[in-house]
């Protein structure tokens, strides 16, 4: 199949392309600073239409990953270039499936699961799920964030695609042992003996591993039936306190300095993020997948988290997983 990944360049995109790629299909990436990748990268600039739509008129499968990095600090500038880079990609991409003589057959699109409520009381999912607002005496941050989510949602639901299937992917936290990503960062905390709770570590924090991650999309390309709003995390999503403790014990460290809120937020300034990353609740789960007849190779977090690690340490880190059992599209 031709599968074009614009925004595909980072490590989600990188873990997608690698895994499309070795199993036989034409990948295309999108990217804004093309380099050499055993697939072809094209470039574009995120926003306008130019010679990359003819990569779209011949694509059976997009998938769009665009958009900046929400790990730093939310000045003005900053906040313009997260929004933008994800309303204008997403035109972009809508403009170029409308204009096609021959559309994809699917449009995966990229959201993110922090679009929905800080709670502890009851998970989200994709029908009694509560599209988060102002949570009491939480910083601007958060609720930024929430707007960046339903900008970015708006802009692909307003986009006219009649010929192509299209699914919204709210995703949770992508755990892959490759280094660069979230997982690689908090194994770092815990290796150094910083991978204590974060605040009072009630907070849930929703995951997915890399190898469901994938088998996800897989599975969502291939089921015909299925369009609008999908959620893209594990089950069973748990308390900071207990994450970070599982992830000690599949690393072998015992001892977890915890970080109580103040800490956090000095400690953002000095690491040009913002705490809203691992102080909300985000008690996400994948109903419409479960409900599809999805199965999760790792549910649970204790059998995911000593899988990365052991992968972590392999010599084949950064190849390809294909796994016999996984129907391939």
């Known amino acids: 199949m031709n599968i074009v990944i614009p925004g595909g360049s980072g490590q989600i995109g990188t873990l997608l392309a690698r895994d499309l790629h070795a199993n036989g299909h034409r ?12 697939w072809r990268v094209v470039s574009w600039d995120g926003a306008t239409l130019g010679a990359w739509v003819d990569e779209i008129e011949a694509a059976d499968v997009v998938i769009n990953l665009a958009g900046r990095s929400v790990n730093c600090r939310y000045r003005a500038s900053n906040r313009r270039a997260i929004v933008d880079s994800r309303v204008q990609s997403t035109q972009a991409i809508g403009a170029a499936i409308a204009a096609a003589r021959r559309p994809p057959r699917v449009w995966l699109q990229a959201s993110t699961a922090t679009i929905y409520a800080h709670r502890y009381d009851a998970p989200n999912d994709e029908q009694s799920g509560i599209i988060g607002g102002r949570e009491p005496d939480a910083p601007d941050t958060w609720s930024f964030s ?23 992917l709210r995703s949770a936290m992508t755990m892959s042992p490759d280094r660069g990503g979230i997982f690689d960062t908090l194994l770092g905390l815990v290796r150094r003996g910083l991978g204590g709770k974060a605040g009072d570590g009630r907070q849930f924090v929703s995951w997915i591993h890399d190898r469901d991650f994938i088998r996800a999309i897989d599975w969502l390309i291939d089921r015909d039936d299925i369009d609008g709003i999908v959620n893209i ?11 970070m403790r599982e992830l000690r014990a599949a690393a072998g460290v015992r001892v977890g300095l915890p970080a109580s809120k103040w ?16 102080l909300k609740s985000r008690r996400v789960v994948p109903a419409r997948l479960l409900e599809s007849g999805f199965v999760f190779q790792y549910p649970h ?25 996984q129907r391939r599209i």
Do not use: Q, Y
């Open 263 to 278: 800490m956090l937020e000095v400690g953002a300034v000095f690491l040009r993020t913002e705490t809203e990353l691992i």
């Open 146 to 168: 929430i707007d960046v989510a339903t900008a970015w949602e708006r802009a692909f639901t307003e986009s006219s695609a009649p010929h192509t299937r299209k699914v919204l």
């Open 301 to 325: 977090w204790r059998e995911a988290a000593r899988d990365l690690c052991r992968r972590r340490a392999s010599p084949t880190l950064g190849e390809p997983v294909i796994l016999p059992e």
């Open 233 to 243: 995390a594990s089950p069973n999503p748990v308390p900071n306190a207990e994450f």
């Open 27 to 38: 990948v295309v990436v999108l990217s804004r600073r093309p380099e050499e990748r055993p």
